[in-house]
């Protein structure tokens, strides 16, 4: 483990601009199976009060992207993904623990999602954040009729998970500059 920032992967987080859109179609054709349609990011962050996205930035350019809907103490993760050649650097992990940090600061009090039953990297992810599977979706992936689970974090700000969170966080700064 490297502790010397110098020595660091650099990060950046900021919430999604409507000129990052290109690059994020460009990740999630990448890394995704399927995509969303050309213009829903753009309503996403144009038309949905409820939607919050953020990119991460790497030696200045876009590497991955996520976005969560808050509805009252309720927060969803909508996508999350990180481009294939910039995977396993801890990108996707700083992306999850920011989609989690703004869902809590908004005041959400559970986190869901749904992942493919294939999606052995993601679930693991997810589950060092402490979500757990909570149900399974039958052919929720219309592609090829793929199962989802829906996993689920609660009392997000609860002490327990509150120090979790800063655990993890403590620990991803030793690996990263964000
Ligand atoms: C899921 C995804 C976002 C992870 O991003 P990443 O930057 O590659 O992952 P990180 O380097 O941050 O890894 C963090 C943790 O995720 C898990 N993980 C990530 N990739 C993994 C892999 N290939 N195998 C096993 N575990 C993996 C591990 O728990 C890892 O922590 P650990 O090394 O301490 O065990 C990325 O693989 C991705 O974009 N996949 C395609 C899109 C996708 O599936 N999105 C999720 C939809 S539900």
Do not use: C
């Not at 050309?38 to 990119?55: C, I, K, P, T």
């Not at 650097?89 to 992942?115: C, H, K, P």
């Amino acid at each position: 483990m490297t502790s010397d920032a110098a020595l660091r992967p650099h990060i950046l987080l900021a919430p999604m601009q409507p000129d990052d859109v290109a690059s994020v179609l460009e990740i999630e054709d990448a890394a995704f199976q399927s995509s969303w349609p050309d213009n829903a990011f753009r309503h996403e962050l144009e038309e949905n009060r409820l939607a919050h996205y953020f990119v991460v930035r790497h030696d200045d350019i876009i590497v991955g992207f996520g976005g969560i809907w808050v509805i009252m103490e309720d927060s969803h993760i909508t996508t999350i993904a990180v481009h294939p050649n910039w995977q396993r650097r801890r990108f996707g992990e700083a992306l999850l623990l920011t989609l989690l940090e703004q869902a809590i600061e908004r005041n959400a009090a559970w986190m869901t999602l749904e992942v493919r039953v294939s999606n052995q990297s993601a679930q693991r992810l997810y589950q060092k954040y402490g979500f757990t599977t909570v149900a399974t979706r039958r052919g929720y992936y219309t592609d090829n009729q793929e199962d989802a689970l829906v996993m689920w974090a609660g009392d997000l700000r609860g002490p327990l998970y509150r120090s979790r969170l800063a655990a993890l966080r403590d620990q991803l700064s030793k690996q990263l500059v964000f």
